[in-house]
C-alpha cells in the first residue's frame, strides 16, 4: 500500500511538470547558462584579437586628397612666376602604401601570441562547461536527495500512524496506556517535520537547479535514475589520472598561457631592436594659380616616391629593458602555474577514485546494515503485537531502519555523484 501511494505521488508530480533526466539538464545548461556564454564570448575575442594580428602582417595601403586655400601671393607652377593679391586653390591627392621588412619578428610573435591565447580561452570555456556540469549533477542529485529521504520518512510516518491506531484500540482495552499513544503520536509529529524540512530542501535543489542551467519552466527531476538497490561498480580512474594530468582544460589552458608567454617575451625582445620599412607614394596636384589646363597640371605635377626607413632605438628610458623583465617575470610565473595546474589535475582525479572506492565500500555496509535493521523490525513488529516490548523499543527498531536507509540513500547519491563527475571529466578530455 506504501509503495502504491508513492507511485502515486510521484505520478501527480510527473503530471504537474516534465521529467527531466541529468542529460537534459546538462545539455541546457550549456546553451543557455550564463557563465558559459561568457566564456564563449572570450573566446570570439580572442579570436577577432588573433585576427587583427594577422592583418598588422599585411600591407598598409591609404590615399589621401587635400584642398588648400590661399591669399596674398602664390607661385603659378607652371609659368614660375609670383601672383600677388589673389585668393587662390590647390587640390592634391596621393595613393600610398607602407610594409615593415623587420621588426625583430615583433608581429609575427604578437599573431602567435594571440593564437595561444585563444586556445588557452577555449580550455578556460572547456573548463568552466566542466564546473557548470559539476554544478548541475550536484543541484539534481540534491533534489532527488531530498525526494526519495521525503519518500522514506513518508514511509515511516505512515507504518507510525498504524501503530497508533493500533496503540489506541490496545489502550482502550488496558493493553497499553494513555502515554504510550502520545509517544507514538510525538514521534508522528517529529516525522512530519523532518517531511517539511526534506520538501523545502527538495524546492531549494530544484530552484538552483533551474537557475543553473538557465531553464524558467517546472520540470521533475528522474529519482528513478539513482538506483537505490542496484549500486554500480567505481570507476577505474588510475590509469586515466596520469593522462588527466596533462589533457584537463585547466592543464592545457596553463600550457596555452606559458605558450603565449614565451611569444610575449619575444615581442619585448623584438621590440628593442631596429626596425626596417618600405614605403611608397604616387600623388599629383592642380592649382588654379597656373594657366595651364587640369590635364596637363596633373600630368606635369606627378609625384612617385619610394623610401626605405631604417629605424634603431638609442634612449627609451629603460621602458624596453623593463618591458623584457616583466615578460621573463611572466614567463617563469607561467611555468609555475602549469607545473601546479598538473599537480592538481592528477590529485583531484585520484581523490575522487579513493573516494569512489570508499563509498562502494559504505554502500555495501549500508545495505547490510538495512538487512539487520529490517530483521530487527519484523521481530519488533511481532513482539510489539503481542505486547513483550514497549513504545519506545518499537520507536526504536523503526528509526534504526528509517535512518539506515536514509543513510544508504545520501551515500547512493554522493556515490553516483563521484561517478558522473568522473565520466565528465572523460568527456572533457576527449573533447
Given at each position: 500500500?506504501?509503495?502504491?501511494?508513492?507511485?502515486?505521488?510521484?505520478?501527480?508530480?510527473?503530471?504537474?511538470?516534465?521529467?527531466?533526466?541529468?542529460?537534459?539538464?546538462?545539455?541546457?545548461a550549456?546553451?543557455?547558462?550564463?557563465?558559459?556564454q561568457?566564456?564563449?564570448?572570450?573566446?570570439r575575442?580572442?579570436?577577432?584579437?588573433?585576427?587583427?594580428?594577422?592583418?598588422?602582417?599585411?600591407?598598409?595601403?591609404?590615399?589621401?586628397?587635400?584642398?588648400?586655400?590661399?591669399?596674398?601671393?602664390?607661385?603659378?607652377?607652371?609659368?614660375?612666376?609670383?601672383?600677388?593679391?589673389?585668393?587662390?586653390?590647390?587640390?592634391?591627392?596621393s595613393?600610398?602604401?607602407s610594409?615593415?621588412?623587420?621588426?625583430g619578428?615583433?608581429?609575427?610573435?604578437?599573431l602567435?601570441m594571440?593564437?595561444?591565447?585563444?586556445?588557452?580561452?577555449?580550455s578556460?570555456?572547456?573548463?568552466?562547461?566542466?564546473?557548470?556540469?559539476?554544478?548541475?549533477?550536484?543541484?539534481?542529485?540534491?533534489?532527488?536527495?531530498?525526494?526519495l529521504?521525503?519518500d522514506?520518512l513518508?514511509?515511516?510516518?505512515?507504518?507510525?500512524?498504524?501503530?497508533?491506531?493500533?496503540?489506541?484500540?490496545?489502550?482502550?482495552?488496558?493493553?497499553?496506556?494513555?502515554?504510550?499513544?502520545?509517544?507514538?503520536?510525538?514521534?508522528?509529529?517529529?516525522?512530519?517535520?523532518?517531511?517539511?524540512?526534506?520538501?523545502?530542501?527538495?524546492?531549494?535543489?530544484?530552484?538552483?537547479?533551474?537557475?543553473?542551467?538557465?531553464?524558467?519552466?517546472?520540470?521533475?527531476?528522474?529519482?528513478?535514475?539513482?538506483?537505490?538497490?542496484?549500486?554500480?561498480?567505481?570507476a577505474d580512474?588510475?590509469s586515466?589520472?596520469?593522462?588527466?594530468?596533462?589533457l584537463?582544460?585547466?592543464?592545457a589552458?596553463?600550457?596555452?598561457?606559458?605558450?603565449?608567454?614565451?611569444?610575449?617575451?619575444?615581442?619585448?625582445?623584438?621590440?628593442?631592436?631596429?626596425?626596417?620599412?618600405?614605403?611608397?607614394?604616387?600623388?599629383?596636384?592642380?592649382?588654379?594659380?597656373?594657366?595651364?589646363?587640369?590635364?596637363d597640371?596633373?600630368?606635369g605635377?606627378?609625384?612617385?616616391s619610394?623610401?626605405?626607413?631604417?629605424?634603431?632605438?638609442?634612449?627609451d628610458?629603460?621602458?624596453?629593458?623593463?618591458a623584457?623583465?616583466?615578460?621573463?617575470?611572466?614567463?617563469r610565473?607561467g611555468?609555475?602555474?602549469?607545473?601546479?595546474?598538473?599537480?592538481a589535475?592528477?590529485?583531484?582525479?585520484?581523490?575522487?577514485?579513493?573516494?569512489?572506492?570508499l563509498?562502494?565500500?559504505?554502500?555495501?555496509?549500508h545495505?547490510?546494515?538495512?538487512?539487520?535493521?529490517?530483521?530487527?523490525?519484523?521481530?519488533?513488529?511481532?513482539?510489539?503485537?503481542?505486547?513483550?516490548?514497549?513504545?519506545?523499543?518499537?520507536?526504536?527498531a523503526?528509526e534504526a531502519?528509517?535512518?539506515?536507509?536514509?543513510?544508504?540513500?545520501?551515500?547512493?547519491?554522493?556515490?553516483?555523484?563521484?561517478?558522473?563527475?568522473?565520466?565528465f571529466?572523460?568527456d572533457g578530455?576527449?573533447?
Amino acid at each position: 500500500m506504501i509503495f502504491l501511494l508513492i507511485a502515486v505521488a510521484h505520478l501527480a508530480a510527473a503530471a504537474r511538470g516534465e521529467v527531466w533526466s541529468l542529460d537534459r539538464c546538462v545539455g541546457y545548461a550549456q546553451r543557455r547558462n550564463n557563465d558559459i556564454q561568457l566564456s564563449q564570448i572570450a573566446v570570439r575575442k580572442m579570436s577577432i584579437q588573433k585576427t587583427q594580428s594577422a592583418l598588422e602582417l599585411l600591407p598598409s595601403l591609404h590615399f589621401s586628397a587635400n584642398q588648400y586655400f590661399n591669399w596674398g601671393r602664390s607661385v603659378d607652377m607652371q609659368e614660375l612666376v609670383i601672383v600677388r593679391n589673389r585668393l587662390t586653390q590647390q587640390t592634391s591627392g596621393s595613393v600610398g602604401a607602407s610594409f615593415s621588412l623587420f621588426d625583430g619578428f615583433a608581429r609575427i610573435n604578437t599573431l602567435l601570441m594571440n593564437r595561444a591565447l585563444v586556445a588557452a580561452a577555449k580550455s578556460d570555456s572547456a573548463e568552466t562547461v566542466l564546473e557548470v556540469k559539476a554544478d548541475v549533477a550536484r543541484a539534481y542529485l540534491g533534489n532527488v536527495l531530498a525526494l526519495l529521504t521525503l519518500d522514506r520518512l513518508a514511509e515511516s510516518s505512515e507504518n507510525v500512524r498504524r501503530q497508533t491506531a493500533l496503540a489506541r484500540a490496545q489502550a482502550a482495552s488496558g493493553l497499553r496506556t494513555a502515554g504510550d499513544v502520545l509517544e507514538l503520536e510525538a514521534k508522528e509529529a517529529d516525522i512530519q517535520a523532518q517531511m517539511a524540512s526534506a520538501r523545502g530542501e527538495a524546492a531549494a535543489q530544484m530552484l538552483l537547479l533551474r537557475s543553473l542551467i538557465g531553464c524558467e519552466e517546472e520540470f521533475e527531476t528522474d529519482t528513478s535514475a539513482i538506483g537505490l538497490f542496484t549500486p554500480q561498480p567505481a570507476a577505474d580512474s588510475g590509469s586515466f589520472a596520469r593522462q588527466w594530468r596533462n589533457l584537463s582544460p585547466k592543464v592545457a589552458a596553463a600550457r596555452s598561457n606559458l605558450e603565449a608567454a614565451s611569444r610575449a617575451l619575444k615581442v619585448a625582445k623584438g621590440e628593442c631592436l631596429p626596425s626596417v620599412s618600405l614605403q611608397a607614394a604616387y600623388g599629383t596636384y592642380y592649382s588654379d594659380a597656373s594657366t595651364a589646363a587640369l590635364a596637363d597640371q596633373l600630368d606635369g605635377n606627378r609625384n612617385p616616391s619610394v623610401a626605405i626607413t631604417l629605424a634603431v632605438p638609442l634612449f627609451d628610458g629603460g621602458r624596453g629593458a623593463a618591458a623584457v623583465a616583466k615578460a621573463r617575470a611572466d614567463y617563469r610565473a607561467g611555468e609555475i602555474k602549469l607545473q601546479q595546474a598538473r599537480d592538481a589535475a592528477e590529485s583531484e582525479l585520484l581523490q575522487l577514485e579513493q573516494q569512489s572506492q570508499l563509498l562502494e565500500q559504505q554502500l555495501q555496509m549500508h545495505l547490510t546494515r538495512i538487512d539487520l535493521c529490517r530483521e530487527r523490525m519484523a521481530v519488533a513488529e511481532a513482539e510489539y503485537r503481542q505486547g513483550q516490548i514497549t513504545v519506545s523499543d518499537w520507536i526504536d527498531a523503526r528509526e534504526a531502519l528509517c535512518q539506515s536507509e536514509c543513510e544508504y540513500i545520501q551515500c547512493k547519491c554522493k556515490y553516483q555523484f563521484q561517478l558522473i563527475i568522473i565520466d565528465f571529466y572523460i568527456d572533457g578530455c576527449e573533447e
